[in-house]
């Protein structure tokens, strides 16, 4: 129990340093919707995107593999932190000159022409977040999750206070949404300065011995990052390509994916729960995987985090109602239908990356592709049948889908290469039955806000005492024995 205390721990102060920054920048939000319209906002989305994608290329899954090597036994942490900052360096600095000499090609191929200065601040934006990649991840390894969150909260803050002044006070309509990018640019200047004595300690280094096994782990972590961005993204890449003229009566393409985009941020809750634990988790796997009890362990992680995203899920899924005081413009609330699924969808995946440690601790790295490859074949084919049927709310679901049979796939491989006694038909049943509730209760109308705040509130006590009598008569042994529900 002290190890999930740590883990828990650990989870909440890197919470602090993604969730605290990305509520502060969520907060922009309404700002946002006050000085762009849904077909200004529509660019940013597609860029936001693409930028997303293109960071998991950047970084080439060095951070999972300078985990990995790092903590062999007997291993040079300071040798393999070198190694693995010259390859996210020189890999960053090669895309980074090939996106700024074309910068005018690229605004053209992505809607911005015209806006080459957009590509050029997106570019160092993508830059300067991996450079500091690496010494982030030392940071996680060296259990200072304090300076972690530090570095990340006064980065945000820096990024809010200049998107304030440059929206209120310095605005010029023909930069536009730039402003947001250039914010983002000149607060990651920032972390330079917070890893000076780090990164002016790195020695560029090349080892004939290690190298190549470090970039033989990576390049198939990277491969499964970026597929599974493009699980996470290809719904707002092709949304405006793929909807039928006049789907939603009276709004154009661009109008939907505007609204598309800004209602996915509302997954934002959940999203910073699964990357949270995904920072804790890494270093955790791997430090306790040559426990003889790792399997029991890693099972009981998994169960409590089920449980954590099932009350996320409910929470917020039932009080749709109040984020619309979030969105300052009316037209972006008839959106807020995708919002359940969508949290669904990022729950499977936190349940991917827990089922995901075997396939890195046995060094079988190369499933996590072929996983996240056949989610990106699913995906294209999923929002290419939905898009047209059921708009953005059928995009939705194809990510909850996707992510769901992703888990299931990992699961039945992991148990056969490293067995672990999840708790499987408990989890379903926790899923299932939370999602049921929120079904439900959407069929519940008030006249008063206040009502429904009120059946809100005690439809959650009422759920989470359930939960406690439940789990309070739980039995867990140490033993990594297989569990029968």
Same mark, same amino acid.
Request: aromatic share 18%; proline share 5%.
């Given at each position: ?5 740590? *883990? ?45 994608? *293109? ?59 015209? %806006? ?30 304090? %300076? ?328 867990? %042994? ?8």
């Amino acid at each position: 129990m002290s190890k999930l205390k740590q *883990l828990a721990g650990e989870t909440v102060l890197y919470g602090l340093g993604n969730m605290v920054p990305r509520l502060l920048n969520f907060l922009l939000f309404p700002i946002h919707t006050i000085f762009f319209n849904p077909e200004e906002y529509g660019p940013y989305t597609l860029l936001m995107a693409c930028v997303a994608v *293109l960071n998991i290329v950047y970084s080439f899954g060095m951070e999972t593999a300078y985990f990995r090597f790092a903590t062999k036994p007997g291993a040079d942490e300071a040798k393999i932190f070198n190694l693995a900052q010259t390859a996210v360096t020189a890999i960053s600095l090669f895309l980074s000159l090939l996106f700024i000499s074309f910068a005018a090609s690229f605004a053209n191929l992505l809607g911005v022409a015209g %806006h080459e200065n957009y590509i050029v601040w997106l570019t160092l934006i993508m830059f300067t977040d991996n450079v500091v990649s690496i010494p982030f991840a030392r940071l996680r390894l060296q259990k200072k999750p304090l %300076h972690y969150a530090a570095f990340k909260i006064t980065n945000v803050v820096i990024q809010i206070g200049l998107t304030l002044y440059f929206l209120y006070f310095a605005f010029n309509p023909a930069i536009g949404i730039g402003y947001i990018f250039l914010a983002n640019l000149v607060a990651n200047l920032f972390y330079l300065l917070f890893f000076f004595k780090t990164l002016t300690s790195w020695r560029p280094a090349f080892d004939l011995e290690v190298f190549p096994s470090l970039v033989r782990y990576a390049y198939p972590i990277m491969l499964t990052g970026l597929a599974g961005m493009m699980n996470e993204f290809f719904s707002r890449l092709t949304l405006e390509r793929w909807l039928p003229e006049n789907f939603y009566p009276g709004r154009s393409s661009a109008f939907a994916l505007g609204v598309f985009g800004a209602c996915y941020k509302f997954s934002v809750f959940m999203n910073l729960t699964v990357q949270a634990f995904r920072l804790a988790g890494e270093p955790f796997f791997f430090s306790n995987a040559v426990d003889k009890n790792s399997p029991a362990l890693f099972a009981r992680v998994n169960h409590y985090f089920i449980i954590v995203c099932c009350v996320i899920l409910l929470g917020v899924s039932i009080n749709m109602d109040m984020l619309k005081f979030l969105m300052r413009k009316p037209e972006y609330w008839e959106g807020l239908n995708i919002v359940p699924p969508l949290l669904l969808g990022y729950l499977f995946l936190g349940v991917y990356y827990n089922f995901s440690v075997w396939f890195k601790l046995t060094d079988k790295t190369y499933f996590g592709t072929i996983l996240t490859a056949g989610g990106v074949v699913l995906t294209i084919g999923m929002n290419f049948i939905l898009i047209p049927w059921a708009g953005y709310y059928g995009s939705s679901w194809a990510t909850a889908i996707v992510y769901g049979l992703m888990a299931v796939g990992c699961y039945f491989f992991g148990q056969r290469f490293f067995p672990i006694p999840y708790k499987i038909v408990r989890g379903i049943l926790y899923i299932s039955f939370t999602y049921i509730l929120i079904l439900l209760i959407d069929k519940v109308t008030f006249s008063k806000q206040l009502l429904a705040t009120g059946f809100h509130a005690l439809v959650m006590g009422v759920y989470l005492f359930s939960i406690y009598l439940i789990e309070r008569k739980t039995k867990w %042994h140490e033993p990594a024995a297989r569990q029968k529900d």
